[in-house]
């Protein structure tokens, strides 16, 4: 299998879990909300389940957003397009694969640490909770580095038939 295909299905995987538990996670605030204040009678568990979505999301979304190149990036002064772009752009990327394996491992210990401990509201292993980041974390470095690859052997910075430098939609220029 190509593995092309395989990052192409990844990040499909990546953005369709990130947008359902989004998705989730705004129905049942929508819930919360209205069995609290119009009903008068709160649902225990919506706010401890949709605060997990909500989590999950982000940490699903992190790869997809790397991808496009959508992250935040400030610019404290205009850079002209050449070489030292290029140069600080990838000394970013080294910076943000460091964080997100150092993120991956502690994310790991941190469901380690968490043992057999539940969560109060639905009694879920809080390592589920945990997992998020490991999760997001460890796809967002995989996702780095194939966006390295693929900027390093396209001219231009941006795979075929999606925007480059210069182009409408693309995050940094």
């Known amino acids: 299998m190509n593995g092309s295909l395989v990052l192409r299905a990844l990040i499909a995987i990546a953005r369709l879990s990130c947008v359902a538990s989004f ?14 204040y119009l009903i008068g009678w709160p649902l225990f568990w919506t706010e401890e389940v949709a605060v997990l979505l909500f989590v999950w999301s ?12 959508q992250e935040i990036a400030v610019e404290l002064f205009p850079l002209p397009d050449g070489r030292l772009r290029r140069v600080l752009r990838g000394a970013a ?8 394996v150092l993120l991956a491992v502690s994310g790991w210990m941190l469901i380690d640490r968490a043992g057999g401990a539940l969560t109060p509201a639905i009694g879920l292993a809080r390592a589920w909770a945990y997992a998020s980041i490991p999760v997001g974390a460890a796809l967002g470095a995989v996702v780095l580095v194939a966006r390295w690859w693929r900027d390093r052997n396209t001219a231009g910075g941006a795979a075929p038939g999606e925007p480059g430098p210069g182009d409408a939609g693309y995050a940094h220029d």
């Open 23 to 36: 998705a989730a996670f705004c129905v049942l605030t929508l819930i919360q909300v209205v069995n609290r």
């Open 58 to 69: 982000v940490m699903v979304g992190l790869p997809v957003a790397l991808w496009e190149r």
């Open 93 to 100: 990327d080294l910076v943000s694969l460091v964080f997100l």
